[in-house]
């Protein structure tokens, strides 16, 4: 078996062989995190709810967001300390990360104070214990990429994987336990449960870089140096983070609530296609960081991801054009969200579309390139604007001109259709942006 790993190996390639290990190992944890998603978050909320789910889980995203940007910022440096294998500084850059994380999602947590339960009331559920879940499923959920940035850095590919493994049978088990009690609660509780895990996990399995002494790190030289970097990747975080969690609350508050929840149980098929993505995208990182290293271009590495994302996406569509109805009528309340297996395949195309645009920024970062912001951040926060302006243009239409009332209100989002076609049209911009960068570096 080893010798035949070997040769595999050797006939693939580093990168093949640890996008392939990689997407294997996860394979089994997505089993179980698909049983969840389809079968028993349905089975314990209801679909006047179940469309809640998606916004709550962007607002979470959105607290932890600066938190996560400032672990981003270093995810380069990480991976050049780990190369020249000065773990010293790494466990001192680690433990910074880790405090300054801490001390951003405080102040998170003071705002969310104020804001959390005027967006509740906007998505249409009781507050009840949720403020504290989401937070701390937004606290741990910043942390635990420090240290899988770490294991990423160092190629750590195997370990990783098994702890991806481990953590969708804890994530389940712990869901099986609270959700019986109050069910979007204790979803939370079960997405808090994995990331706690892949931390102490992660931190096992770095015990033997980070047994060492802690070297100087931090000093005003360094700070001067990565200012520049986190307003560049927050610029961009916040951008989306922005239209995320417009687009999610859109969903839910605009259309009905029958259109939200069958976009949820939707998604969890059409998420699928983002298996390969996620795996290629996370050894895309520090392969492309190296190859931008030595000078070279990054476009062939990023043109083999979008090709096999794209493949695998495509068979996927035809499969669900033809299975989805069946598929979605086997699930709990079946009957009410088989009439959705329409979008499927068209959500399965917005996925690829978001995830092709992923790998070209995952690219542009690796090699500390951030002209992506001159597009992405306008037509992030234009997206949020327009959605805003159509579904919310009664607070203000007695003061525009009737035409445009009327150009509004034909444009309106009123259905899982309307909406989707907002999201066809960003999604499809984006990746236009990309392609036009892609092909000026050629070379």
Same mark, same amino acid.
């Given at each position: 078996m080893t010798r035949l790993l070997s040769r595999l190996h050797g006939r693939l390639g580093d990168f093949w062989s640890h996008s392939l290990m990689v997407f294997i190992a996860c394979r089994p944890a997505d089993l179980l995190n698909a049983f969840v998603g389809l079968w028993l978050v349905p089975a314990f909320i209801s679909p006047d709810e179940l469309g809640a789910v998606a916004p709550l889980l962007q607002y979470a995203s959105f607290l932890a967001m600066p938190a996560g940007v400032f672990a981003a910022t270093f995810r380069n440096e990480l991976t050049a300390l780990a190369v020249r294998g000065e773990y010293g500084r790494m466990k001192s850059l680690m433990r910074g990360v880790f405090t300054a994380t801490a001390a951003i999602l405080v102040l998170a947590i003071l705002a969310s104070h104020f804001l959390l339960p005027l967006f509740l009331k906007r998505i249409r559920l009781a507050e009840g214990s949720l403020g504290v879940l989401i937070l701390a499923s937004a606290f741990v959920g910043a942390v635990a990429p420090v240290f899988q940035n770490a294991m990423q850095s160092l190629k750590k590919f195997r370990d990783f994987s098994v702890i991806n493994v481990l953590g969708a049978p804890i994530r389940l088990i712990t869901m099986l336990l609270a959700m019986p009690f109050r069910p979007i609660s204790g979803y939370f509780v079960g997405q808090t449960s994995t990331p706690i895990f892949q931390i102490l996990a992660s931190l096992f399995c770095l015990k033997g870089e980070l047994r060492v002494k802690s070297e100087p790190y931090w000093n005003a030289v360094v700070a001067k140096r990565f200012s520049r970097l986190f307003l560049m990747l927050g610029t961009g975080s916040a951008a989306g983070a922005i239209s995320s969690l417009v687009e999610s609350t859109v969903l839910r508050q605009r259309i009905p609530s029958i259109d939200s929840a069958g976009y949820y149980m939707v998604t969890r098929f059409s998420d699928i296609s983002s298996f390969l993505a996620i795996s290629l995208i996370f050894t895309l990182f520090p392969y492309a960081a190296e190859t931008a290293a030595k000078g070279n271009s990054t476009r062939n590495l990023v043109l083999k991801v979008w090709i096999a994302v794209v493949a695998f996406s495509a068979a996927l569509s035809a499969f669900f054009c033809l299975f989805g109805r069946p598929l979605? *009528?086997?699930?709990?309340? !079946?009957?009410?969200? =088989? @009439?959705?297996?329409? *979008? $499927? @395949?068209?959500?399965? !195309?917005? &996925? +690829?579309?978001?995830?092709?645009? &992923?790998?070209? $920024?995952? *690219?542009?970062? =690796?090699?500390?390139? %951030?002209?992506?912001?001159?597009? /992405?951040? @306008?037509? &992030? /926060? !234009?997206? *949020?604007? /327009?959605? #805003?302006?159509? +579904? !919310?243009?009664?607070?203000?239409?007695?003061?525009? @001109?009737? =035409?445009?009332?009327? %150009? #509004? =209100?034909?444009?309106?989002i009123t259905s899982l259709k309307t909406m989707m076609l907002w999201m066809t049209a960003f999604t499809v911009a984006k990746v236009g942006f990309c392609a036009a960068a892609i092909w000026r570096d050629r070379r």
């Amino acid at each position: 078996m080893t010798r035949l790993l070997s040769r595999l190996h050797g006939r693939l390639g580093d990168f093949w062989s640890h996008s392939l290990m990689v997407f294997i190992a996860c394979r089994p944890a997505d089993l179980l995190n698909a049983f969840v998603g389809l079968w028993l978050v349905p089975a314990f909320i209801s679909p006047d709810e179940l469309g809640a789910v998606a916004p709550l889980l962007q607002y979470a995203s959105f607290l932890a967001m600066p938190a996560g940007v400032f672990a981003a910022t270093f995810r380069n440096e990480l991976t050049a300390l780990a190369v020249r294998g000065e773990y010293g500084r790494m466990k001192s850059l680690m433990r910074g990360v880790f405090t300054a994380t801490a001390a951003i999602l405080v102040l998170a947590i003071l705002a969310s104070h104020f804001l959390l339960p005027l967006f509740l009331k906007r998505i249409r559920l009781a507050e009840g214990s949720l403020g504290v879940l989401i937070l701390a499923s937004a606290f741990v959920g910043a942390v635990a990429p420090v240290f899988q940035n770490a294991m990423q850095s160092l190629k750590k590919f195997r370990d990783f994987s098994v702890i991806n493994v481990l953590g969708a049978p804890i994530r389940l088990i712990t869901m099986l336990l609270a959700m019986p009690f109050r069910p979007i609660s204790g979803y939370f509780v079960g997405q808090t449960s994995t990331p706690i895990f892949q931390i102490l996990a992660s931190l096992f399995c770095l015990k033997g870089e980070l047994r060492v002494k802690s070297e100087p790190y931090w000093n005003a030289v360094v700070a001067k140096r990565f200012s520049r970097l986190f307003l560049m990747l927050g610029t961009g975080s916040a951008a989306g983070a922005i239209s995320s969690l417009v687009e999610s609350t859109v969903l839910r508050q605009r259309i009905p609530s029958i259109d939200s929840a069958g976009y949820y149980m939707v998604t969890r098929f059409s998420d699928i296609s983002s298996f390969l993505a996620i795996s290629l995208i996370f050894t895309l990182f520090p392969y492309a960081a190296e190859t931008a290293a030595k000078g070279n271009s990054t476009r062939n590495l990023v043109l083999k991801v979008w090709i096999a994302v794209v493949a695998f996406s495509a068979a996927l569509s035809a499969f669900f054009c033809l299975f989805g109805r069946p598929l979605l *009528a086997f699930l709990p309340r !079946g009957e009410e969200y =088989s @009439p959705y297996w329409w *979008a $499927i @395949p068209w959500a399965i !195309g917005i &996925s +690829t579309a978001a995830q092709i645009t &992923s790998a070209y $920024i995952t *690219a542009e970062i =690796s090699a500390n390139r %951030f002209g992506y912001l001159r597009w /992405l951040v @306008p037509l &992030s /926060l !234009g997206y *949020a604007a /327009l959605l #805003l302006a159509v +579904t !919310g243009y009664g607070y203000y239409a007695r003061f525009i @001109p009737t =035409s445009w009332s009327a %150009f #509004l =209100s034909m444009h309106n989002i009123t259905s899982l259709k309307t909406m989707m076609l907002w999201m066809t049209a960003f999604t499809v911009a984006k990746v236009g942006f990309c392609a036009a960068a892609i092909w000026r570096d050629r070379r």
